[in-house]
T-cell receptor
């Protein structure tokens, strides 16, 4: 069963505008949430994370929002840049090590 | 410092054969996790090792196994390869405390023919 869903397989956004990526999960026991970025032929690169005790975390152009009641998290990228074009995965976990459950990914294309 | 190193980068094997993939974690990292990425199933957790002990295991058949050595390097083995085992196999390492520090390698692309 798919416990983590990224319902948008792709997103196209203009350079300088905001990219909003969404992720839904089903298990309320998940308590740590992460976003990764992946280029072809490379491993995922960690972007930003948030624990269940917070509802927002910022790091430069990246902000992650967590809505626990809706079991929903989102990643905002402002402003979007051409180098942000990649596949973005959300990942969730219930423990402090080991097992991450990933969404299917969203392909982001930033156009000039 | 050097990142997570996976070898080989590419591999072609025949159905029924076995394969061993290697992962060298970042120096000082004691936790190594393995993931399989396929177009149909996405990124799926295989297993995690910490200090030579398997701490966590995903939902894969027993043909998939792993181990970790005293220097934290890890290997995963797939026996009796099937066409469906064709995938990108990714290794990630961390200090083993909390989830913030997982760093992935570039993966091994396995093709089973």
């Amino acid at each position: 069963d798919q416990q983590v869903k990224q319902n948008s397989p792709s997103l196209s956004v203009q350079e300088g505008r905001i990219s909003i990526l969404n992720c839904d999960y089903t298990n309320s026991m998940f308590d740590y949430f992460l976003w990764y970025k992946k280029y072809p032929a490379e491993g995922p690169t960690f972007l930003i994370s948030i624990s269940s005790i917070k509802d927002k975390n910022e790091d430069g152009r990246f902000t992650v929002f967590l809505n626990k009641s809706a079991k929903h998290l989102s990643l905002h990228i402002v402003p979007s840049q051409p180098g942000d074009s990649a596949v973005y995965f959300c990942a969730v976990t219930t423990d402090s090590w080991g097992k991450l459950q990933f969404g299917a990914g969203t392909q982001v294309v930033v156009t000039p | 410092k050097a990142g997570v190193t996976q070898t080989p980068r590419y591999l072609i094997k025949t159905r029924g054969q076995q394969v061993t993939l290697s992962c060298s974690p970042i120096s000082g990292h004691r936790s190594v996790s393995w993931y399989q990425q396929t177009p149909g199933q996405g990124l799926q957790f295989l297993f995690e090792y910490f200090s030579e002990t398997q701490r966590n295991k995903g939902n894969f058949p027993g043909r998939f196994s792993g181990r970790q050595f005293s220097n934290s390097r890890s290997e995963m083995n797939v026996s009796t390869l099937e066409l469906g085992d064709s995938a990108l196999y990714l290794c990630a390492s961390s200090l083993g405390q909390g989830m913030r520090g997982y760093t992935f390698g570039s993966g091994t692309r396995l093709t089973v023919v």
